[in-house]
């Protein structure tokens, strides 16, 4: 399969579902300090309102996997969308605290499902040769909605909108959600998802338009790998012969957040203000770290197919390990803190190039095709419980202890090191096919 205008649009499309979600994802970090004010929040209450958008991904990415196998992975999307548009308009007009939570909520289910559905369509379209690459493009841009987000805020922080910033900063998601569901109407299927629902024809179609060399070797391989020639039922994730990719998935994930980077993303304005930045400033740097995040994302996603999936996350942890270190070190003795800003883009830049990078390349990649949409969601469900859980603690943590968190956050990048090292199998220039026999999954 090669790289032509069907195959490209199809990824790029998807992959939008990835911007919304950078994009919701750290756009609360430009009004917790506005949302504390006005509603009175105590730190359990802060972490609650923004813990709130993630329970909508746990519940969001649990659940994705019906829509995605019952209406497929590209409508299941456009179901995504719609809950961006209703979020991002819902907090903009929200009423008082409790609509807020609801609101954020909803566009948490959005989020949990683009994280488990649009990796899994890329995957699914992509060739073994470039789905490194084709897959992070959904990384590039959650990253890139990231850095939206933020130099949004700092840019409406500058217009002077008194008590209806946060609303203006929470509402203008609307429009890129817009964009994306409006895209979705003109991109295909997905091919092994039409030959899992015994829809062979169709599947055919598509693999021929998005460029397949050789359109029935393939089609032959996903249709045998499915089972859909012999009428397999619907298979459990939790078979045993499932064990290796599930517990991969689940310390792939659990290690992606005891990073402490969405923490981290949510609360680096109040980090800053801790610190002694004004809120300004902080803002400013905010658009510097995610702007570190996109260049090096860039970086590894450049790489990736080539030095493979296992040396990213070796070298991500330990520089992820060193720079939290010194953010402890900082925090702890109240010297040095000039220095914050660069550790926590030495921080951001090593998390992009590996973590960030792999989480869902490799969690598309290490499924069969039978149970892909179930491991996706049990992946993703993973990291955002564990996201949801480290971001309501945060803040009643550093509040006690600056240090605290980040020192934690370090000795788990060093256990990962140790894990990865040891148990995770490099995933390179394998189809999607070939993975499950090199699992030894029948």
């Known amino acids: 399969m090669r790289l032509n205008a069907s195959l490209l649009k199809s990824t790029v499309v998807a992959a939008l579902g990835g911007l919304l979600f950078g994009f919701d994802s750290a756009v609360i970090a430009g009004a917790t300090h506005a949302l504390t004010g006005l ?27 019906y829509p995605g196998d019952r209406l497929g992975r590209r409508d299941g999307l456009r179901l ?19 609509s807020l939570l609801l609101f954020r909520f909803i566009g948490g289910l959005g989020i949990g499902g683009s994280s488990v559905l649009g990796p899994m369509y890329i995957a699914e379209v992509s060739p073994a040769k470039l789905r490194g690459r084709l897959v992070g493009l959904f990384q590039i841009n959650v990253v890139s909605g990231i850095l939206l987000a933020y130099f949004s805020n700092y840019l409406l922080g500058l217009l002077s909108l008194g008590g209806a910033e946060w609303r203006w900063k929470l ?22 998802w039409l030959a899992q629902r015994r829809r062979v024809p169709e599947a055919r179609q598509v693999l021929a338009m998005i460029g397949a060399e050789n359109v029935e070797g393939e089609l032959a391989e ?23 990719p599930v517990l991969l998935a689940i310390s792939l994930a659990m290690f992606n957040q005891l990073s402490g980077i969405n923490a981290i993303l949510y609360y680096l304005n109040d980090i800053f203000a801790h610190a002694g930045f004004s809120k300004v400033s902080g803002d400013l740097q905010a658009v510097a770290i995610g702007s570190t995040n996109l260049l090096f994302t860039l970086i590894a996603m450049s790489v990736i197919d080539r030095i493979g ?13 060193a720079c939290l270190s010194g953010v402890a070190y900082i925090f702890a003795t109240a010297h040095h803190e000039t220095m914050l800003l660069w550790l926590l883009v030495g921080f951001i830049g090593f998390f992009a190039f590996s973590q960030g990078a792999v989480i869902w390349v490799y969690l598309s990649e290490i499924f069969p095709n039978r149970v892909r949409a179930q491991g996706q969601s049990l992946g993703s469900f993973t990291h955002w419980i564990m996201n949801a859980l480290i971001s309501f603690l945060f803040p009643m943590v550093a509040a006690r202890s600056g240090a605290l968190p980040f020192a934690f956050f370090a000795v788990m990048m060093a256990v990962q090191f140790v894990v990865v090292l040891l148990f995770f199998p490099e995933t390179k220039g394998v189809s999607l096919e070939q993975m499950q026999k090199r699992m030894g999954i029948a």
Not at 309 to 321: E, S
Request: with cysteine; net charge positive; proline share 3%.
């Open 80 to 98: 995504m969308a719609v809950l961006y548009v209703v979020s991002a308009l819902g907090c903009a007009f929200s009423w008082n605290w409790y």
């Open 171 to 192: 509402g203008v998601a609307a429009f890129p959600a817009l964009l994306f569901l409006v895209m979705l109407l003109g991109i295909a299927r997905s091919p092994r």
């Open 222 to 244: 996903i249709v045998s790998s499915i089972g859909a020639e012999h009428g397999h039922d619907r298979e459990r994730l939790f078979d045993p012969k499932y064990r290796v």
């Open 39 to 65: 509603y009175q929040l105590s730190h359990w209450m802060l972490g609650f309102t923004v813990a709130a958008a993630l329970c909508g991904t746990v519940v969001g990415s649990v659940f994705a996997g």
């Open 309 to 321: 999936r296992k040396l990213l996350l070796l070298v991500g942890a330990v520089g992820t390990a």
